[in-house]
């Protein structure tokens, strides 16, 4: 089974910490993503990477920067953390190369409150 | 450009009637389409996909979707609710040079007994 790993279930962190989310995936895959989901808005695509050290900005990149130093490893950074960065936070991963579509395998989610 | 719209936010059904969740894509390729259920506090799950071959899937569970290119429309039916099917069901387009997937907005299944 494809598995998708998490680093935190539940972070509290404080208003302008730097803040680190970090997934990571047991199947050689090549795409990697980051969504945060809000109630009433669905997933959001913050940054996707197709290769290692390779990035693209999703819908809503503003405060976040990433970094996938490995193939396996997908990091999210909060660069100043702020309240309306509260929310849930998914990794997912796929298989294919670009334009080869097949589904992504998302991870248990970050919950993460910025106080 | 992609976009996925899911017309209800809230469905509710009785246990043993059937199940009608409603999604519209937009495409300019020709698009791969899934169904994610997400019980609560539990991660995503791959309900089925559509990827080109036959328009009608069936997935887990007993849930199926019909792909219509004519009505860009993907909805999701299961002909008989069951209490552990109560969660919340996105509609998801993929398609085109890059490999993002795009997420409906979700809609939230209540099953009454």
């Known amino acids: 089974d494809v598995k998708v790993t998490q680093s935190s279930r539940y972070l509290v962190k404080r208003t302008g910490e730097k803040v680190f989310l970090e997934c990571v995936q047991d199947?050689?895959?090549?795409?990697m993503f980051w969504y945060r989901q809000d109630p009433g808005l669905g997933l959001r695509l913050i940054y996707f990477?197709?290769?290692?050290?390779?990035?693209e900005k999703g819908d809503i990149p503003e405060g976040y920067s990433v970094s996938r130093e490995k193939k396996e490893r997908f990091s999210l950074i909060l660069e100043s953390a702020s309240t309306n960065q509260t929310s849930m936070y998914l990794c997912?991963?796929?298989?294919?190369?670009?334009?080869?579509?097949?589904?992504?395998?998302f991870g248990q989610g970050t919950r993460l409150t910025v106080v | 450009a992609q976009s996925v719209t899911q017309l209800d936010s809230h469905v509710s059904v009785s246990e043993g009637t059937p199940v009608l969740l409603r999604c519209n894509y937009s495409?300019?390729?020709?698009?791969?389409l899934f169904w994610y259920v997400q019980h609560p506090n539990k991660g995503l799950q791959l309900l089925l996909k559509?990827?080109?071959?036959?328009?009608l899937v069936k997935g887990i569970n007993g849930f199926e979707a019909e792909f219509k290119k004519s009505e860009t429309s993907f909805h999701l039916t299961k002909p008989s609710a069951h209490m552990s099917d109560a969660a919340e069901y996105f509609c998801?387009?993929?398609?085109?040079?890059?490999?993002?997937?795009?997420f409906g907005t979700g809609t939230r299944l209540q099953v009454f007994p």
């Open positions: 997912a991963s796929s298989s294919g190369t670009r334009g080869k579509n097949t589904e992504a395998f």
């Open positions: 199947m050689d895959h090549e795409n």
């Open positions: 990477s197709y290769d290692v050290k390779m990035k």
């Open positions: 495409s300019s390729y020709s698009p791969s």
């Open positions: 559509y990827t080109s071959a036959a328009t």
């Open positions: 998801v387009v993929r398609g085109g040079p890059t490999d993002k997937l795009i």
